[in-house]
């Protein structure tokens, strides 16, 4: 089992800052599972923000290309997203997840683990 608890949510103005962090426990290593944040806001589906399937395959949704950072620091079992240039759209729970990899042509997370959550709101 694999316990995710995210802290960093708050509110915020738009084209502000904040950094989620997400602490991993458990049978949590880094080298095992891919991670990723994901977001949602009220009467909206979940949508993934931002995935770490390998050192070398990251990826983003289009809508936080270039504004959101996702970054760990394996030796603490942490998972961070940065996130700048905050806009009211960026409304959510956030959640972090943890997964296994696997290959359909690319190589993907299917997510098996989630955290409670963290509100982030922007204001205008």
């Known amino acids: 089992q694999v316990q995710l608890v995210e802290s960093g949510g708050g509110s915020v103005q738009s084209g502000g800052s904040l950094r989620l962090s997400c602490v991993a426990s458990?049978?949590?290593?880094?080298?095992?599972?891919?991670v990723g944040w994901f977001r949602q806001a009220p009467g909206k589906e979940r949508e993934g923000v931002a995935h770490i399937v390998s050192d070398s395959n990251i990826r983003y949704a289009d809508s936080v290309k270039g504004r959101f950072t996702i970054s760990q620091d394996n030796a603490k079992n942490t998972l961070y997203l940065q996130m700048n240039s905050l806009k009211p759209d960026d409304t959510a729970m956030y959640y972090c997840?943890?997964?296994?990899?696997?290959?359909?042509?690319?190589?993907?997370?299917?997510?098996?683990?989630w955290g409670q959550g963290t509100q982030v709101t922007v204001s205008s």
């Open positions: 997840a943890a997964g296994t990899r696997f290959r359909s042509g690319d190589v993907y997370c299917a997510y098996d683990y």
């Open positions: 458990g049978y949590y290593t880094a080298d095992r599972y891919c």
